[in-house]
């Protein structure tokens, strides 16, 4: 059978579409045949450096198969988005709270609640517009800061709630879009995100010399990778 990038499939061969996924994905950079678990997507993406690699690499996953369904089984839960849930914002927590009537969600108490009006998905959803308005107006400003420092002019930017990625930049059009998720995290990984996306603008890969911009405006990036990599899943299960 020939396998495709991007395409998903059950871990147990003979699956009736229930239980862990694999999807699908060719590396050219990739040396070798691997597997990791995107805790985010609840996935386990399989890497080959070719389309033709990608036959073993899927055999090689499914021996891998109690490995894989331990390492999903135990990601983070999805956590509502109602009364008494503590977020954090800006990796600080934030206590949820009803308010009367049908009112936006607004922070109050210095910043260490969010009241908000509406029941059940409409309180739920008042609550992350608040969260996306937070996040398009801190990574305004920080992707602003990146630009001006590499004398780069403005990019549009937009905001979504991806799975897989946690921003995306096309330089051809000058658009950077990130997940307003990462508006969860403390400041230095928002930050690291906002360099990350705004040095694509000088090397569309992830080449030495794109790392040494990232380097450039923020230091080392290593921990707030890092970051992302430990306690991405846990604010991708906000709300979901």
Known sequence: MAYRNGQRLPLDEGGAGVGPVLRLSVNPRARRLSVRIDARAGEAVVIAPSERGLTQAVAFA???????????????????????QVISLRGRPVRLEAAPGAVAARLVEEGTVIRSGGEDDAYAR???????????????????????????????????????????????????????????????????????????????????????????????????????????????????
Do not use: F
């Open 62 to 84: 499914r021996t891998k198969a109690v490995w894989i369904s331990e390492r999903l089984a135990v990601r983070p839960k999805g956590r509502p988005l109602e009364p008494g």
């Open 126 to 240: 008042r609550v992350e517009n608040l969260l996306k308005r937070e996040a398009r107006d801190t990574l305004v400003e920080r992707t602003g800061h990146h630009l001006r420092t590499l004398g780069q002019g403005p990019v549009k930017v937009s905001i979504a709630d991806t799975r897989s990625r946690w921003g995306s930049c096309s330089p051809h059009n000058r658009t950077i879009r990130y997940s307003w998720r990462v508006i969860m995290a403390p400041p230095p990984v928002i930050d690291y995100l906002a360099a990350h996306e705004v040095a694509h603008l000088v090397h569309a890969d992830h080449s030495p010399a794109y790392w040494s911009v990232v380097e450039r405006l923020v230091g080392d990036h290593r921990p707030w990778r890092k970051w992302l990599k430990d306690h991405g899943g846990a604010l991708h299960a906000v709300g979901r």
